[in-house]
Nanobody, 123 residues
Framework: QVQLVESGGGLVQAGGSLRLSCAAS????????MGWYRQAPGKQRELVAV?????????NYADSVKGRFTISRDNAKNTVYLQMNSLKPEDTAAYYC???????????????WGQGIQVTASS
């Protein structure tokens, strides 16, 4: 089993910053990728940012957050971070951590989700 625990959400004024963290624990041989998704009320869940946890650590961002959000990881801690700057009211959503995890060298990766954490940027 793999658990993803998110922290760092909250309420901030528009223009402010927050930093989300997601720590993975459990039966982990390798984490192939970690990322953040978000879902606002009445809308579909959407990708915010993803980072490949192997060498190079390539990243991908939603167009709406490019230049404002930065995803990073600490492989030794199995943790991914999302630094969110210049927050806008439209960034308000529940943010979910996602990870592709191999439980052993003999299995392919499986997808895991965190419980979600609320981020609210007030105007």
């Amino acid at each position: 089993q793999v658990q993803l625990v998110e922290s760092g959400g909250g309420l901030v004024q528009a223009g402010g910053s927050l930093r989300l963290s997601c720590a993975a624990s459990g039966t982990i041989f390798r984490i192939n990728a970690m990322g953040w998704y978000r879902q606002a009320p009445g809308k579909q869940r959407e990708l915010v940012a993803v980072i490949i946890t192997g060498a190079g650590g390539s990243t991908n961002y939603a167009d709406s957050v490019k230049g404002r959000f930065t995803i990073s990881r600490d492989n030794a801690k199995n943790t991914v971070y999302l630094q969110m700057n210049s927050l806008k009211p439209e960034d308000t959503a529940a943010y979910y951590c996602n990870a592709l995890v191999q439980g052993s060298a003999y299995r392919g990766p499986s997808e895991h989700w965190g419980q979600g954490i609320q981020v609210t940027a007030s105007s």
